[in-house]
């Protein structure tokens, strides 16, 4: 079993920054994609961004240039710094990866619990 573990969420004014963290722990042998995902009230989950094992970013129209995503392969940790911040980036965010665990080749999804992010105007 893999858990993912997020931190950093809390309140912050329009304009401020948050640094969410995203650690994975259990039988990894390796991850491919990362990523972070809100869901604000009332509405659909969305993708915010995405890195791949060798790096390879994408990122949401709505966050390009000011969030930043990056990851520490020897922790399996995803970060996501958010600059700028809006109010309509109120929501609960939650990290994702696909995980290829130990003794098998098949990648596993699997979801953090979210961590709230507020953005007060």
């Known amino acids: 079993q893999v858990q993912l573990v997020e931190s950093g969420g809390g309140l912050v004014q329009a304009g401020g920054s948050l640094r969410l963290s995203c650690a994975a722990s259990?039988?990894?042998?390796?991850?491919?994609?990362m990523g972070w995902y809100r869901q604000a009230p009332g509405k659909q989950r969305e993708l915010v961004a995405s890195i791949t094992s060798s790096r390879n970013t994408y990122y949401a129209e709505s966050v390009k240039d000011r969030f930043t995503i990056s990851r520490d392969n020897a922790k399996n940790t995803v970060y996501l710094q958010m600059n700028s911040l809006r109010p309509e980036g109120t929501a609960v965010y939650y990290c994702?990866?696909?995980?290829?665990?130990?003794?098998?080749?098949?990648?596993?999804?699997?979801w953090g619990q979210g961590t709230q992010v507020t953005v007060s105007s």
């Open positions: 994702d990866a696909d995980v290829i665990e130990q003794r098998t080749v098949t990648p596993l999804h699997y």
């Open positions: 259990g039988s990894i042998f390796s991850i491919n994609v």
